[in-house]
Each structure stands twice: as structure tokens, then as C-alpha cells.
């Protein structure tokens, strides 16, 4: 079914066009929220919100080719909040990256799903270090997968700043990785 007509369907209260909206769109919440918080469980609870949020909001929705970055926005937004109050007030403990739970994927093997994690750990360490717009762009277009003027709409910046900052992204992202796995952090 086509988002107009989900959208349409959730604004006149059918709870199943809201369940297939939720289903269609929870990972890529969760995913963007996971990228932010850094941590599954803060991650899944944030999506929870957005999705409150989102049906809360639903009657505002009258552009639907609009609806993704209006709701990618909502988490970006609320992931934003979420840091502000947790530096606001910091945990009794920090937990280290490599205690964060890891869901394996079964169809590979186990090689390759440590490869694989090495790799993600590299970048995520990699894109810690880059400037927060930055990382915003590259966790907005090379992981969400959103275009430049849906970037540019959801941080509020013009469409030819994202142009060139997100080419300087991915340099600065590529020069970290290479600083990382240079000191031999990579090989972790």
C-alpha cells in the first residue's frame, strides 16, 4: 500500500493501516536512534516516543511525499532532546562500547559476522570523532539512506551547504578510519 493511502487510512483511526505504518518504518527509526544514543535499549525506547509522536501528530501530515523527513525529523529531534537531558544528568556509570549486545545474523558465518562487527565498531569509532553536522550527514544520507534536500530540510541548513559538507563527510569520516586503523585500533 502506497504512504498516501496509509497515511489517509491512520488519519481516519484504522489501527491496522497505523500497525503496517509502524511495521514499515520502526527499523529505520530505530536504526537512526541507535546511531545517536549509541545504546539498543535508549534506542528502542526513543522509537517508541517517535511513533507516539508521529500519531499524536498524524493530523498535521497533509503533505505525504513530505512524511519521511517530517518524521525522520521528529527523531532527529527527540534523539537530540534525549542526549541534552542524559548530559544534563549522567548515569551513575558509563557502560563501554564493546557491552553494547550485538544481534548476530545467522545466515553468515561466524568469520564473517567478526569481520563484519569490526568493521561496524571501526566506523562507529571513526564517526565519533567527526564534527556533529557532520556525523549528522553522513548517519542521515549513507545510513538512512534520505537525499541531500531531505538532509537540508531536516537540520534547517541550505541545500548547497549539505552539498559540500556531506562531500567533506565522507573525506573527514575516511581520514578518521585511516587514523584509526593506522594506530592499530582497527585491528581491534
Known amino acids: 500500500m502506497e504512504i498516501a493511502q496509509l497515511i489517509e487510512r491512520c488519519q481516519k483511526g484504522d489501527e491496522l493501516a497505523?500497525?503496517?505504518?509502524?511495521?514499515?518504518?520502526?527499523?529505520?527509526?530505530?536504526?537512526?536512534?541507535?546511531?545517536?544514543?549509541?545504546?539498543?535499549?535508549?534506542?528502542?525506547?526513543?522509537?517508541?516516543?517517535?511513533?507516539?509522536?508521529?500519531?499524536?501528530?498524524?493530523?498535521?501530515?497533509?503533505?505525504?511525499?513530505?512524511?519521511?523527513?517530517?518524521?525522520?525529523?521528529?527523531?532527529?529531534?527527540?534523539?537530540?532532546?534525549?542526549?541534552?537531558?542524559?548530559?544534563?544528568?549522567?548515569?551513575?556509570?558509563?557502560?563501554?562500547?564493546?557491552?553494547?549486545?550485538?544481534?548476530?545474523?545467522?545466515?553468515r558465518t561466524p568469520e564473517e559476522l567478526y569481520a563484519a562487527d569490526k568493521r561496524k565498531r571501526l566506523i562507529y569509532r571513526a564517526l565519533q570523532t567527526l564534527t556533529s553536522l557532520n556525523r549528522e550527514i553522513i548517519i542521515l544520507k549513507?545510513?538512512?539512506?534520505?537525499?541531500?534536500?531531505?538532509?537540508?530540510?531536516?537540520?534547517?541548513?541550505?541545500?548547497?551547504?549539505i552539498k559540500s559538507r556531506s562531500h567533506r563527510a565522507r573525506l573527514e569520516l575516511a581520514q578518521a578510519v585511516v587514523a584509526l586503523t593506522g594506530n592499530g585500533e582497527g585491528a581491534a
Open 142 to 161: 549513507e545510513i538512512q539512506g534520505l537525499s541531500l534536500e531531505e538532509i537540508a530540510s531536516i537540520l534547517s541548513v541550505p541545500l548547497g551547504t
Open 18 to 107: 497505523w500497525e503496517a505504518l509502524v511495521r514499515q518504518y520502526q527499523s529505520r527509526i530505530y536504526g537512526l536512534a541507535y546511531h545517536y544514543l549509541g545504546n539498543a535499549e535508549d534506542a528502542r525506547d526513543l522509537a517508541q516516543e517517535v511513533f507516539v509522536r508521529l500519531y499524536q501528530s498524524l493530523g498535521i501530515c497533509t503533505d505525504t511525499g513530505t512524511f519521511v523527513p517530517w518524521m525522520m525529523r521528529i527523531a532527529r529531534n527527540l534523539c537530540i532532546d534525549h542526549i541534552r537531558r542524559k548530559k544534563a544528568r549522567p548515569p551513575a556509570e558509563d557502560v563501554s562500547v564493546e557491552e553494547r549486545p550485538n544481534l548476530p545474523d545467522q545466515s
